[in-house]
């Protein structure tokens, strides 16, 4: 089954870059505008031998990280207070929906304004890009663990700090591991965000000055590898920590 998958993406990869190349050699547009497949595999791979694209995602990966971090930190504290508190989710609880709806790059010209062409700038993006959606997780997670459980805890003698550690917080892994893969891909995307409009060091700012220089192979190049690892990393590392989570407490087969 997973040959027969594998099998598939490869052909689908296949006839996207046959279309691409027939595209390109009836010159629909100029080559500055849509460059051959092969100048951008000749952009991807140069990049990687001179070492700039290395350093690049170097840059990135050290900024997404370290908001990351934060981001699953701060969301996870504050979806436990809105999912335990009924007085602070009905208050702040709309908001974070709002907050939420707000595009990653609209946070860019207030974190220039306050932390200046500096790498925390791109940071702060990162962390305000991935603690909303983590928070809404664990909220969710908090609200919807199944009253039964809760109940059978109380007639045992569990109260307070002791029924949330040995029964909220365990009904809860499911959502709070849905709630990290999505922080990764919103703060994955508010990375991008952050780097393509500063001048700190990363993908999205090789991304700015490729473009700056009319390069429109290096634009694409480095477009299929933000891509590429945004899927790679989601499939490998996120995905399957969610799906062991999610088999582990009986809820896929």
Do not use: C
Not at 90 to 104: F, V
Not at 243 to 249: D, L, Q
């Amino acid at each position: 089954m997973k040959f027969n998958i594998v099998v598939k993406r490869i052909l689908f990869l296949v006839a996207v870059i046959g279309l691409w190349q027939l595209i390109f050699s009836l010159n629909v547009f100029p080559d500055i505008i849509f460059p051959s497949p092969g100048k951008v595999w000749a952009a991807l791979s140069g990049g990687f031998a001179d070492g700039d694209f290395v350093n690049a995602l170097v840059a990135s990966f050290k900024h997404l990280l370290f908001g990351l971090s934060m981001a699953i930190l701060f969301g996870t504290a504050l979806g436990v207070i809105l999912g335990k508190s009924r007085q602070a989710d009905e208050t702040a609880g709309m908001y974070l929906i709002a907050l939420q709806s707000i595009p990653s790059i609209v946070w860019v010209p207030l974190s220039l304004m306050l932390f200046g062409f500096t790498e925390f700038a791109i940071v702060f993006v990162v962390v305000l890009g991935g603690t909303f959606v983590m928070a809404l997780n664990v909220r969710s997670a908090i609200q919807n663990v199944p009253p039964h459980f809760v109940r059978a805890a109380r007639t045992m003698g569990a109260r307070g700090l002791g029924l949330f550690y040995r029964v909220e917080v365990p009904a809860s892994i499911p959502y709070f591991m849905s709630g990290v893969r999505l922080a990764w891909a919103f703060s994955w995307r508010a990375l991008m965000a952050g780097e393509l409009l500063s001048n700190g060091p990363g993908l999205g700012y090789s991304l700015r000055y490729a473009q700056d220089y009319a390069r429109m192979d290096q634009v694409i190049a480095i477009i299929i590898m933000i891509g590429l690892i945004g899927a790679i990393v989601d499939q490998l590392v996120f995905s399957k920590l969610e799906k062991n989570v999610m088999r582990r407490w009986g809820l896929v087969k």
